[in-house]
């Protein structure tokens, strides 16, 4: 990275440990796309990250940090959530969040309802907002372990977009990226429609980057298999999963999996 962009990073605030880019050439770093002015907004948005998130090269939260408010967006890692008994008697603590029936969770449960109910006319809008970052398997896991999350109102999104981390194998149709599924949650909790497309910029430039040195757009897991055109060998369980997650699609033409980093149902 060279004087420019470190000078423009710190004019703007820009916590550098938090950027995951910062060994990337400056003519294909995706700070410069930052919203111009950190991104208002009326809820917090809570993820609770796996801890092997961190060793990932390509990640989105990153960018979820740097373009909202410093403190709308705050990071849990753990493996089970609350992780230890400090947390439940420290004010403002995770505990704290996920008692409050002020607190949503993004996860595509049985139970979850449409995020534009949560926010119907008359409704009080939630002023947490909770996802889960991490593999598929890793938020399964994550979620089964955590009483509390279960116990949270559960929210999904129902826009059928596909996703626009072209660079990336998604594990099924409709799915998306952690970034993609807290900007479209959030646009909508806090209606603002254009908010959407300000915190996609730098997955959007991460990707056109990536594409004109020589990466190429990728198709979903389930769509390859189903034209027997996935390299990779595909055990009965990740079949039973893409089947599954097939059926859930055309059961609900709408539905949208949240969170394409942990719905990498090839990662264990």
């Known amino acids: ?9 710190k004019r703007h605030c820009v916590d550098l440990s938090l950027i995951n880019d910062l060994s990337r050439p400056s003519a294909v770093c995706w700070c410069p796309f930052l919203p111009a002015t950190r991104l208002k907004i ?14 990932r090269c390509l990640r989105t939260v990153p960018m979820l940090m740097q373009s909202l408010e410093a403190g709308s967006c705050v990071i849990f890692k753990g493996k089970k959530f609350p992780s230890n008994s400090q947390e439940l008697h420290r004010s403002g603590s995770l505990y704290e969040i996920l008692s409050s029936q002020d607190s949503v969770l993004l996860y595509p449960s049985r139970d979850a309802k449409d995020i534009t109910e949560v926010v119907g006319e008359g409704r009080q809008r939630p002023q947490h907002l909770i996802v889960i970052d991490g593999t598929w398997d890793q938020a399964r896991s994550i979620y089964h372990n955590s009483p509390m999350l279960k116990s949270l109102k559960q929210v999904k999104l129902s826009l059928g977009s596909a996703s626009e ?12 990226s952690t970034l993609e599924a807290a900007a479209q949650a959030l646009s909508i909790l ?4 254009s908010m959407r497309q300000e915190l996609l910029a730098p997955l959007h430039a991460l990707c056109s980057f990536q594409l004109l040195h020589g990466a190429v757009s990728h198709q979903s897991k389930q769509f390859l298999v189903e034209l027997d055109a996935y390299a990779k060998p595909v055990g009965k369980r990740t079949r039973k999963l893409l089947r599954q997650s097939a059926c859930e699609l055309r ?7 949240p969170h394409t980093e942990y719905l990498d149902i090839d990662s264990r």
Not at 42 to 55: D, K, S
Not at 165 to 176: A, D, H, K, M, N
Not at 190 to 193: A, F, I, R
Request: glycine letters at 2%; proline letters at 7%; hydrophobic letters at 45%.
């Open 165 to 176: 981390y072209v660079i990336r194998t998604q594990p099924s149709e409709g799915c998306l």
């Open 1 to 9: 990275m060279n004087w420019a962009i470190f000078l423009w990073m």
């Open 190 to 193: 806090e209606d603002q429609p």
């Open 251 to 257: 059961l609900n033409k709408d539905f949208v999996a």
């Open 42 to 55: 009326h809820c917090r948005l809570v993820v609770l990250q796996h801890p092997a998130e961190e060793r």
